[in-house]
C-alpha cells in the first residue's frame, strides 16, 4: 500500500481488493521498521531480518553494552552489516524523568554506546513545558544530538 495506485493482496488470514492509502507516507523508499523487544533468540534474529531499527525495552546502558555483541552476531548469522541496524532504547519513566547529573550520565552513556534513540515518558510534560526544556538541556549536557 505504500506503492502509487490501488493494492490488492490476498492471504491466509486477510484478503483486500484495490486498497488506496492517501495520503502516501513521507518516508522513501518506504516507512522504516521498528522492532521492539529484549529477546535474543528470536526477536534480534527477526530485528537482523527485517527491520531497520531494534528498541531494547528497559535495558540500563550496561545491559545495552553487554547486548550489543549478541545483536551484532544475529546480525552476522544472515551476513547483514550490523551497523546497518539502529538500536534504540525505551527507557521507563522512574530513569528518565529525574533531571540533572544522574540522567546526563545516562544519556551520555547511552549515545556513547551508539544507541540510536532514546524513547520515554517524561509524566511531569502534561503539567509543564519546563519538564521538556530540563530534558532538553540534559541531553546537551550529555552530548546528545537534539
Same mark, same amino acid.
Request: proline share 8%; charged share 25%.
Given at each position: 500500500m505504500m506503492r502509487p495506485g490501488p493494492s490488492t493482496f490476498h492471504g491466509e488470514? /486477510?484478503?483486500?481488493?484495490? =486498497?488506496?492509502?492517501?495520503p502516501q507516507p513521507l518516508?522513501?523508499?518506504?516507512?522504516?521498521?521498528?522492532?521492539?523487544?529484549?529477546?535474543?533468540? /528470536?526477536?534480534?534474529?527477526? =530485528?537482523?531480518q527485517f527491520a531497520d531499527e531494534l528498541n531494547l525495552d528497559g535495558k540500563t546502558p550496561d545491559e545495552v553494552s553487554d547486548d550489543l555483541p549478541v545483536i551484532a552476531s544475529r546480525c552476522?548469522?544472515?551476513q547483514r552489516d550490523p551497523e546497518s541496524l539502529d538500536v534504540s532504547v525505551h527507557v521507563f519513566t522512574e530513569h528518565l524523568s529525574p533531571s540533572g547529573e544522574k540522567r546526563v550520565d545516562?544519556?551520555?552513556?547511552?549515545?556513547?554506546?551508539?544507541?540510536?534513540?532514546?524513547?520515554?515518558l517524561v509524566q511531569e510534560s502534561?503539567?509543564?513545558?519546563?519538564?521538556?526544556?530540563?530534558?532538553?538541556r540534559d541531553a546537551r549536557s550529555a552530548g546528545v544530538e537534539i
Amino acid at each position: 500500500m505504500m506503492r502509487p495506485g490501488p493494492s490488492t493482496f490476498h492471504g491466509e488470514h /486477510v484478503s483486500i481488493d484495490d =486498497a488506496i492509502n492517501v495520503p502516501q507516507p513521507l518516508q522513501r523508499p518506504r516507512v522504516p521498521i521498528m522492532v521492539g523487544e529484549n529477546g535474543p533468540e /528470536v526477536t534480534w534474529r527477526i =530485528a537482523a531480518q527485517f527491520a531497520d531499527e531494534l528498541n531494547l525495552d528497559g535495558k540500563t546502558p550496561d545491559e545495552v553494552s553487554d547486548d550489543l555483541p549478541v545483536i551484532a552476531s544475529r546480525c552476522e548469522e544472515i551476513q547483514r552489516d550490523p551497523e546497518s541496524l539502529d538500536v534504540s532504547v525505551h527507557v521507563f519513566t522512574e530513569h528518565l524523568s529525574p533531571s540533572g547529573e544522574k540522567r546526563v550520565d545516562m544519556l551520555g552513556r547511552y549515545q556513547s554506546l551508539g544507541v540510536s534513540r532514546v524513547i520515554g515518558l517524561v509524566q511531569e510534560s502534561a503539567e509543564t513545558d519546563e519538564a521538556l526544556e530540563s530534558l532538553v538541556r540534559d541531553a546537551r549536557s550529555a552530548g546528545v544530538e537534539i
